[in-house]
């Protein structure tokens, strides 16, 4: 029996079984679901000095307001708009020269995080993450994803929201706000009704955490994939990336036979796989990368859909409805369409192996399908957006939890908490997408500005905001661009970090404002209302590292509209000196107060990364080469005690690991000293040295710097 018969026979024996049984699958990552929070305002306790806030039964606020009195004022207000309630409480003083002070703490689920509410009033626009919960005085709030509310401070006050506990279930934040009126400001249901995600309901789903990092064929071969092309990218992915955490190798379109419709069509792949796709799969598999593959959910056989009419939406003369990009409309409402199409298909991907799955023309299923038929479903009696819910739901739960589903394409706030990540633009990668979906990242979903090549113009500052935004970061060049040069931003960018978004406001609201188009949208030809473009719409990107041991902050520049940089503007104590090192170009550009001059972005880069780090007295680090945060994912502890600088860090085999130092007045340099690795230098330049270390093998070195005090 020939290889092609025998998978044949193999695919309509599993589509046999699961038609009559698709029994129900173990999710390896399980999700906690936790009750639906109420839509209303938080019960106030107020004695004149004290402050209790009480939401779904638990207190969220507690806290005193020093210097008020009987000469003071205290207001509030509840205001129901729809739905969209804003619960806000003023206290006022009327003695100018001595301001009320509210010193207290937050209370949020293990999902909570401080924030900006509310856009700023000066200062330039800065996309904002942190990694690890935020300490930056940008924060005038707290949000808590989990439950959904917001709980802000009002301009002008001064506030300082300070981490203080944070465990998996609970998070506790000290606040300190300073002002003449002290105006606080809860939100409920703030991403559900006052953002108008309807189906955002966290308590559900948890976003998707661990890095997404890999390889997409799509640009590389288009059409023109192959399983000779798809194993020599598994092999030089393994190779040359896979030890820097590439993680992914995934399949994109002409795998599948034509006209595709039916499972077979899918899992028996055309002639350019002889070998099949479960053999595919293994192979991905044993060089230690986790396959992934694309499909769609249009629909081109003609012939089935004649055979089989009722599982097809038909137009206003009853013929079978068609659009572009779409063709045949699978109908939502037939449990047929799911017994014999949709399980079958992604529960036989799923046996073989497949690991990340990209389901595209999801659009052009709602807008070119269900809304551009909405008179079969009105007729039918049955929610439109519902029976498309429950159509992608389905492949969500074939797929399964423990797997990673991107929507594709463009924006689809109907399918929030179903799938993982979401193509938020067209094809290519997009800058402005980051900017104008950046509240979106980590909270809704985990956001795809597509994959990224490495071209010279735009190699570096496509990795770098990718990773310093913590979106999803796919690669689409050809394997052997890999084993060049111009490899190197797209090492030194992954893993790439879960982060927290430091605005839950959009910097660019041109198309998130929109979202309601979505409704009536009847094209998903081009970039719509609500999709977002590619051109870049903001120059600054803020990254923030907390760590147990130092917090610091990454600064991305990909453009030269803002050569000044204030720290006040990034959220840093201007009273404070600190170290700036530039990460690509390997340059200390000195210790600074107040603000400091980024000088020109070099064409070789097309942009510029600086580690901000708050300078002490003694030898501190400045920055490391491994990864764009400057420590940030592979430092595990640094410590300075008894004139020793020490700490442990996570390298690369066969890639040296540099570790950039500041040596003050006051400290003579004696030695260094590390395990696993060997020593291949040791320079000093300025007050700055430099110390080059080298392994055989991925391997943690546990390393130590000996001064001596003069």
């Not at 409920?188 to 661990?210: I, S, T």
């Not at 055309?270 to 099949?276: D, I, L, R, T, V």
């Not at 040069?485 to 041109?510: H, M, N």
């Not at 340059?587 to 708050?614: A, H, M, V």
Request: net charge negative.
């Amino acid at each position: 029996m020939n290889h092609r018969k025998s998978i044949l026979i193999y695919t309509k024996f599993l589509i046999s079984i699961l038609i009559f049984a698709c029994p129900l699958k173990s999710n390896s990552k399980q999700i906690d679901q936790f009750s639906a929070p109420i839509n209303a305002a938080a019960d106030l306790e107020w004695d004149g000095q004290s402050i209790i806030l009480e939401y779904g039964g638990k207190i969220i606020l507690r806290a005193q307001i020093e210097n008020f009195s009987e000469e003071n004022d205290f207001s509030k207000n509840v205001v129901n708009n729809g739905g969209v309630i804003n619960q806000v409480m003023k206290w006022t003083t009327r003695d100018w020269e001595n301001p009320l002070k509210l010193v207290g703490y937050i209370s949020t689920s293990g999902e909570g995080f401080p924030c900006e509410a509310d856009r700023k009033r000066t200062g330039p626009d800065i996309v904002r993450h942190s990694s690890g919960l935020s300490s930056s005085l940008l924060n005038r709030a707290v949000y808590d994803r989990r439950n959904d509310w917001a709980l802000s401070l009002d301009f002008p006050s001064d506030v300082k929201i300070i981490p203080e506990t944070y465990t998996e279930n609970e998070n506790t934040f000290r606040i300190e706000i300073t002002g003449h009126d002290i105006i606080l400001r809860f939100r409920p249901a703030f991403y559900n009704r006052h953002r108008g995600l309807k189906y955002f309901k966290p308590w559900e789903y948890r976003v998707w955490q661990d890095p997404v990092v890999g390889w997409c064929s799509w640009f590389a071969y288009f059409k023109d994939v192959s399983e000779k092309k798809m194993k020599n990218a598994a092999d030089v992915i393994s190779e040359e990336l896979s030890p820097f955490g590439y993680e992914y190798i995934q399949m994109d379109d002409g795998f599948q036979q034509e006209p595709a419709g039916t499972p077979e069509t899918w899992l028996i792949p055309n002639e350019k796989f002889p070998s099949g796709l479960d053999n595919l799969s293994k192979y991905i598999l044993d060089k230690g990368l986790k396959p992934g593959i694309w499909t769609y959910t249009s629909f081109h056989q003609e012939d089935y859909v004649s055979a089989n009419r009722d599982m097809f939406v038909s137009d206003e003369n009853g013929d079978p409805a068609y659009g572009n990009w779409v063709g045949y409309i699978m109908d939502g409402t037939n449990p047929e369409v799911f017994s014999r199409i949709i399980r079958p298909l992604y529960a036989g991907f799923r046996e073989m192996g497949w690991r990340y799955f990209k389901v595209d023309a999801l659009r052009h299923l709602r807008y070119e399908g269900y809304n551009s038929f909405s008179d079969y479903f009105k007729d039918k009696n049955v929610d439109l957006v519902e029976t498309y819910r429950t159509f992608v739901k389905t492949i969500r739960d074939e797929i399964g939890r423990d797997n990673f589903m991107l929507g594709c394409w463009g924006i689809r706030p109907e399918l929030t908490g179903i799938i993982d990540g979401c193509r938020i633009g067209g094809d290519g990668f997009g800058y402005a997408g980051l900017v104008q979906y950046n509240s979106f990242n980590n909270v809704v979903w985990r956001n795809d500005p597509d994959h990224i090549e490495l071209s010279r113009e735009e190699a570096y500052r496509s990795c770098m905001i990718t990773s310093l935004t913590g979106s999803l970061f796919m690669l689409t060049d050809k394997p052997e661009v890999y084993k060049t040069e111009i490899i190197e931003p797209a090492k030194r960018a992954v893993p790439v970090l879960f982060t927290l978004p430091g605005q839950i406001f959009d910097v660019d609201p041109s198309r998130s404002m929109h979202l309601e188009m979505v409704d009536s949208e009847v094209s998903g030809d081009e970039i719509r209302w609500i999709d977002s473009d590619r051109i870049p719409r903001c120059d600054l990107y803020l990254l923030e590292i907390n760590r147990d041991f130092e917090n610091w902050m990454v600064l991305g520049r990909t453009g030269d509209e803002i050569p000044e940089i204030y720290f006040s503007h990034l959220g840093l104590p201007d009273s404070n000196e600190y170290f700036v090192f530039e990460f690509w170009s390997k340059e200390l550009l000195g210790s600074f107060s107040n603000k400091f001059y980024t000088g020109s972005i070099d064409p070789l880069y097309n942009c510029q990364l600086f580690s901000i780090r708050k300078r002490v007295d003694y030898p501190q680090i400045i920055a490391t080469n491994r990864h764009i945060t400057c420590g940030g994912f592979e430092l595990e502890i640094v410590d300075w005690d008894n004139s020793v600088l020490s700490g442990t860090s996570a390298i690369v085999g066969n890639d040296t690991y540099v570790i950039y130092l500041s040596e003050p007045e006051g400290y003579s340099y004696s030695e260094f000293i590390c395990d696993n690795a060997d020593v291949v230098s040791n320079t000093r330049d300025g007050i700055m040295r430099v110390i080059g270390i080298k392994s055989k093998a991925n391997t943690k070195v546990n390393w130590s710097v000996v001064y001596a005090k003069n």
